[in-house]
């Protein structure tokens, strides 16, 4: 007779328990158990309880493979999905074996668990697992599947609706009365304000403050006071939400016309551009990509749009000031180039026109593209291409909670042809174009935020926090995948003959970069090096990078004025013809200006199930060693969140968006 020690854990989430008869039966390289009921004469089920049971065999399984776990209905009760976390068996011989599931189990289904330490495809020797494997990798592939809905733009996941995505896959029941009930509550203020599909003109300024009775934050507040100054204006540029685009400036563009005389009054006594470019003072901001495309038509006229360039100059206060703007990439009597000296409204006009390009850029580039649409190519692959039992599926898998569920419900509501983003100036057509222009321009190292900086030569920049903490966090994400990876890769060799890994990155090459080979992405792995340099980027993205261009975006932009995604009137053409009236008709009436912010709301929102950066609620390995190198992991996140805390209590524009605390694990949102 052999004693198997059986320790199931029932999920914490509402209804994760079950009232059904809960049967397991154990698989081991010397045979198979019985059919077991896990049965302890009372609730053994309820959510958040750890049961204990024996079962007991009339010889010793050996090692042991799989545990199948089954559900049958009790009685005449109603189905019931059961949450089942994980399970742990302590066999004769006293070692403990967790085999993760995390998964709701469904009466009639039969779920088999690979337990033990992770397995790469070659280290597979018995023929259950090695049958096993390929089975589970089948069945992934026939539900995973790959959507084209755009040539030129990433793939996507087949389906079309969230309900259709397994229950663990889909958001908790929690987070979705969060959001339903905040969808609500935005949705009831806005009505009764009368905002709601107005088509009223903003009589005044300061009437915009009003959109929202509670919805404020100290830094949207903050924006609301200063968001005429140019030395704020310049600063979101480092530290706003879209803090990717601006570069170093050694020598103006060819149609770019700016004088030594436009600008010198702006620059440090008895300085020159020259000497302030030679000195690595001046940058730019260059709209080219949004040069020829069409934008919507508003009110039966087409509506305007800017690729435009703006050049900063950081003063000697450090100092990021805007000092010339150009609103289109060809200059002539009608595009001229603005100044700060020239009237008020006309250089607000200019900065804003400058803005709303960033912003659709921002929007549909660098935050819907570079993380939401990547990061569910990321997803797909992995769920396609590596079993649960593989030590990168185990690496990963936390980095992607939500994220199918998020964009499948975004592509409706935020960016499809009925979203809120199609009321912005270029539209669903016109912002897609920017995406394909995007997609073909990207580069590998413009994701690997330590080279995207030396690229943009911003290496010196004082107060650029979005840098500093960035850089700090690739740098402990980094040496957390070095320690996983190379844990499990002790060599190229075993780098280079994991099909299954081979696999996966040639999913996220044709799939994600369409096979671009000129964008330097990988199309296979051939060192560990490498491996560690890519699982750096994608757990970096997905959570750092989707934090800094996400979660501010209330913050900045709910202050319409300051930068929005829709300007009603064309952009000035002559200098000293505008007034402010002429501010308030080129941005968006009453009602667009509502559904920006509602929408600036809901992006920004933070929810109670929420799971920090580096935690790891699910235990999915059972190695000690991966499970100190966590440890270690949380640590360094933790001491860096002190710094930021101390450097942020010290600044009267704080950076919190990179705070490790503030940080999801995933893109959830």
């Known amino acids: 007779m052999a004693d198997y020690k059986i320790e199931v854990t029932t999920g914490s989430m509402e209804n994760a328990g079950t009232l059904d008869h809960i049967f397991v039966t154990l698989f081991g390289t010397e045979g198979q158990s019985e059919r077991n009921e896990l049965d302890n004469f009372g609730f053994d089920f309820t959510h958040g309880k750890i049961g204990t049971f024996t079962i007991k065999t009339s010889f010793c399984l050996g090692t042991l493979l799989l545990v199948k776990v089954e559900k049958d209905p009790y009685f005449i009760h109603p189905e019931d999905e059961w949450y089942c976390s994980k399970i742990v068996v302590t066999t004769p011989d006293g070692d403990a074996i967790l085999f993760p599931c995390y998964r709701w189990v469904s009466t009639g289904e039969q779920v088999e668990l690979r337990g033990g330490r992770a397995m790469k495809v070659f280290e597979e020797e018995h023929p259950l697992l090695i049958d096993h494997r390929e089975k589970e990798l089948a069945l992934k592939k026939s539900f995973y599947q790959w959507q084209i809905i755009d040539?030129?733009?990433p793939h996507l996941i087949s389906l079309n609706d969230s309900f259709e995505l397994p229950a663990e896959i889909r958001l908790s029941k929690l987070k979705t009365s969060e959001i339903d009930h905040t969808t609500l509550m935005i949705g009831i203020e806005l009505k009764l304000k009368g905002l709601v599909g107005s088509t009223e003109q903003w009589r005044n300024i300061e009437d915009m403050k009003e959109i929202f009775w509670y919805k404020k934050t100290t830094m949207s507040e903050y924006v609301t006071d200063h968001w005429k100054e140019d030395g704020f204006y310049g600063s979101q540029f480092l530290n706003g939400v879209n803090p990717n685009v601006i570069k170093r400036c050694s020598e103006l563009p060819p149609n770019f016309p700016v004088t030594e005389e436009m600008v010198k009054p702006f620059l440090e006594e008895d300085s020159s551009l020259e000497t302030e470019m030679?000195?690595?003072?001046?940058?730019?901001?260059?709209?080219?990509?949004?040069?020829?495309?069409?934008?919507?038509?508003y009110n039966g006229e087409p509506l305007h749009v800017t690729a435009g360039l703006c050049l900063f100059y950081l003063n000697p206060e450090h100092k990021l000031m805007p000092i010339a703007i150009q609103l289109h990439q060809q200059p002539s009597e009608q595009n001229p180039i603005f100044l700060p000296s020239d009237p008020d409204t006309d250089w607000l006009l200019a900065k804003m026109f400058i803005k709303n390009a960033d912003l659709m850029d921002h929007q549909t580039v660098h935050h819907l593209m570079n993380t939401h649409y990547l990061a569910e190519v990321y997803t797909v692959a992995t769920l396609r291409s590596f079993p649960v039992i593989h030590p990168?599926?185990?690496?990963?898998?936390?980095?992607?909670?939500?994220t199918l569920h998020i964009n499948i419900g975004g592509r409706k509501i935020l960016f499809g042809p009925e979203g809120v983003l199609s009321i912005s100036s270029l539209g669903y057509e016109g912002l897609t174009e920017v995406m394909r222009r995007s997609l073909s321009e990207l580069t590998y190292s413009s994701l690997c935020l330590p080279e995207n900086i030396a690229a943009r030569g911003l290496e010196s920049i004082p107060?650029?926090?979005?840098?500093d903490d960035g850089l700090k966090l690739w740098n402990i994400i980094n040496s957390f995948v070095e320690a996983i990876v190379e844990y499990y890769y002790t060599s190229d060799c075993e780098v280079q003959k994991d099909s299954e890994l081979q696999e996966w990155i040639s999913e996220i090459f044709t799939h994600g970069f369409l096979g671009n080979k000129a964008s330097g992405f990988p199309e296979c792995f051939n060192t560990v090096e490498e491996v560690i340099k890519f699982i750096t980027m994608v757990i970096f993205t997905v959570t750092a990078q989707h934090s800094a261009v996400n979660d501010g975006q209330f913050d900045y932009n709910s202050w319409m004025p300051n930068g929005s995604l829709l300007l009603r009137k064309p952009p000035p053409t002559t200098i000293g013809d505008s007034c402010m009236e002429t501010v308030l008709e080129t941005l968006p009436n009453v009602g667009e200006t509502a559904s920006f912010a509602e929408m600036l709301w809901m992006l920004s929102e933070r929810h109670t199930d929420v799971v920090p950066l580096g935690s790891y609620p699910e235990e999915r390995f059972d190695e000690c060693d991966p499970k100190q190198m966590i440890?270690?992991?949380q640590a360094e996140l933790s001491y860096l969140s002190e710094e930021i805390t101390t450097r942020n209590s010290q600044l009267k524009v704080p950076y919190t968006y990179l705070n490790p605390t503030e940080i999801e694990n995933s893109v959830t949102i």
Do not use: S, V
Not at 281 to 297: E, Q, T, W
Not at 392 to 402: A, C, G, S
Not at 463 to 467: G, I, L
């Open 151 to 153: 040539e030129e733009i």
């Open 463 to 467: 107060n650029f926090y979005y840098r």
């Open 392 to 402: 990168i599926y185990k690496l990963l898998i936390p980095h992607f909670r939500y």
């Open 278 to 297: 030679e000195d690595g003072n001046i940058f730019i901001c260059d709209k080219k990509k949004m040069d020829g495309i069409p934008a919507r038509y």
């Open 631 to 633: 440890k270690e992991f």
